[in-house]
């Protein structure tokens, strides 16, 4: 009798979106769902195209890193380097030592910011607010430093062609070293409020998994791909900054607990080590920067005009903290640039999202889809949105918020 | 055995020279304007590789089967241009990723002519390029055979057909459609 039943379950529809159920982003999922049960995943992009590589066919190179900046209001340092990377690349510019290791610290800086932003917003999913708040308190100490180093909190400005446009000076170096030790102490407590925590072991092991096999044919980047086991990290892989002369390597689950299950859990593992990670890269790279230069060439008009006289192809990647970033630039001996094409991480994670959400409750949505640390502005870039109207039952981002809490809530009861 | 074959694979990893040598030997005239981008980078001045290689239509394809038997590659993203008669594509790979400082970037490039710019679809080889080849679709007007899933990827229904956002000629974004905001009144 009982089995009747289940077989009579209807598969239903359930859109969730544009207004995404994780960061406040548009994507839209349509799910199939039986009961509680996802059955089936579509992912529906497009919602924020801005036409940014559009934009930049009427700009020429320098111009082009500040517009590469507003891509992303978190990842602006991975953009503008990939860019500065390929052009540098495909001209041959040899950039001085000392930028090479400003550009480390401040693009490992952007990584401590996005990591803790994140962790936030997977506590905030979860139902701990007073988590959020906590980890976007001591998210500030970093923007603070950044502000100090750059002059400006988010959006740095600090990469040209050929160098960065400011120097760390001596004395600097003190402030930077107080926030490291400050972010090493904090270390230990966040570590043990995100992985000690029974509530929040419950709601994310065995939640959300992408194997191992998953996230090789899917091409996953970044963190999603270091939890499922695949050691993908471009500072790794390849010498490039500073990266090639500091000792490191990429950080899977398995180094704090000795097994890679791939889950949500896995995800968060991953990420706080990183934070951990990063202080120790700027540590070294603050011991051992050379002195010298900081950029090829000082005029930019002369800078221009030798760009203007290249022709040929390049590309650029870097290690953002979502992962891979990947830039094709090609210039063709004109004023402006004649082709680039921007690949951002969450790009690659898209289809990952597939198998992780598969099988899963509808109230583990938001974890789920916020574990991959989706930044959706970065993946589209083209204009013209209109979406009509379906009629269909859409839960907003608030219902399912107050779905995953309410699980919560059950979890800590029960 | 299986396992052990594996590694064994792994521990044999090419030189670029080796990889050129290796698809040219396979692929003879298929294979043109081969470069290898080497840079250094750091004080230590460790070495990084791009390869560049253009790989004639006809056996793309398998040239993508071969690199995959080398390892299952890495697809970072297709990227297009559009070059006057010809639509050419991008293939941006790399192989021995996940290795302390042994990753290889791999860029093959294939060219289109414009009155049939068609190719056959890898997500067979590999799933995740699934993406991008929608992309390429509705923003250069390419046709990807076989492709498992032909929808649109980020351009809305809405957008008129047959208006390509890559492309540089008559199909490219055109006048009617750019809404100039500061000419409003």
């Not at chain 1, 529809?13 to 994507?27: T, V, Y």
């Not at chain 1, 602006?76 to 930028?99: D, K, L, M, Q, W």
């Not at chain 2, 679709?137 to 057909?161: A, H, T, Y």
Request: charged share 30%.
């Amino acid at each position: 009798m009982k089995k009747k039943k289940e077989e009579v379950k209807e598969v239903y529809p359930l859109c969730i979106g544009p207004i995404h159920p994780a960061l406040k982003e548009p994507a839209m999922f349509e799910f199939k769902i039986s009961g509680e049960k996802i059955v089936d995943v579509d992912i529906n992009m497009g919602h924020n195209h801005r036409g940014i590589e559009w934009m930049a066919r009427s700009r020429n190179p320098v111009q082009i890193i500040y517009l590469a900046e507003r891509v992303c209001g978190i990842c602006n340092i991975c953009h503008a380097y990939a860019f500065c990377r390929a052009v540098e690349n495909i001209a041959e510019i040899e950039v001085p030592e000392r930028a090479e290791y400003i550009r480390t610290i401040v693009a490992e800086l952007e990584r401590i910011h996005s990591h803790l932003l994140w962790a936030g917003v997977a506590a905030h999913e979860l139902g701990f607010d007073s988590v959020l708040y906590l980890t976007w308190r001591v998210r500030e100490k970093v923007l603070d430093l950044i502000e100090y180093l750059t002059g400006n909190r988010i959006t740095k400005a600090i990469m040209m062609i050929g160098g960065v446009r400011r120097d760390i000076s001596k004395e600097q170096i003190p402030k930077i070293k107080e926030a490291l030790r400050y972010y090493k102490k904090i270390f230990v407590k966040l570590k043990s409020i995100f992985l000690e925590d029974p509530t929040i072991a419950a709601r994310t092991k065995g939640v959300g998994i992408l194997t191992k096999e998953d996230a090789l044919t899917l091409c996953a980047v970044g963190p999603t791909a270091r939890a499922s086991g695949v050691p993908k990290d471009v500072r790794q892989d390849q010498a490039y900054l500073a990266y090639g002369d500091i000792d490191f390597k990429a950080i899977t689950p398995d180094i704090l607990t000795g097994e890679v299950n791939g889950d949500v859990y896995d995800r968060i593992v991953v990420r706080l080590l990183e934070v951990k990670q990063s202080v120790e890269i700027i540590e070294q790279c603050i011991d051992e920067m050379p002195s010298g230069e900081i950029l090829f060439e000082k005029k930019i008009p002369v800078l221009l005009a030798k760009l203007k006289n290249t022709i040929g192809e390049g590309i650029g990647r870097h290690e953002a903290p979502r992962g891979e970033v990947f830039h094709y630039v090609r210039l063709s001996g004109k004023e402006n640039v004649e082709t680039w094409k921007i690949r951002a991480p969450t790009y690659n994670n898209l289809l990952s999202w597939i198998p992780m959400l598969l099988g899963e409750q509808i109230a583990d949505i938001p974890i789920v889809a916020a574990s991959t640390d989706p930044c959706i502005s970065c993946t589209e870039r083209v204009a013209i949105v209109k979406k009509e109207s379906k009629k269909r039952e859409i839960l907003t981002k608030e219902d399912l918020t107050k779905l995953s809490v309410e699980k919560t809530r059950r979890l800590m009861k029960g | 055995m299986e396992k052990e074959g594996k590694n064994k694979k792994e521990n044999n990893v090419m030189t670029p020279k080796e990889i050129i040598t290796y698809f040219k030997d396979k692929f003879k005239k298929g294979i043109k304007n081969v470069k290898i981008e080497k840079k250094t980078a750091g004080v230590k001045k460790n070495e990084f590789v791009v390869l560049w290689m253009e790989i004639d239509r006809k056996i793309f394809k398998n040239a993508v089967k071969e690199l995959a038997k080398i390892q299952f590659p890495h697809l970072a993203v297709i990227s297009g241009d559009d070059i006057e008669k010809e639509i050419k594509l991008n293939y941006h790979f790399s192989l021995y990723y996940a290795k302390r400082l042994e990753e290889i970037s791999i860029n093959f490039s294939v060219k289109l002519p414009k009155n049939n710019p068609s190719i056959e679809t890898i997500t067979d080889i590999i799933p995740g390029a699934l993406i991008t080849e929608r992309e390429i679709q509705e923003m250069l007007g390419v046709k990807i055979k076989n492709i498992p899933d032909k929808r649109r990827m980020f351009l809305s229904n809405e957008f008129p057909k047959s208006v390509y956002p890559w492309r540089k000629d008559e199909k490219g974004i055109n006048d009617k459609l750019i809404n100039k905001l500061y000419m409003r009144k």
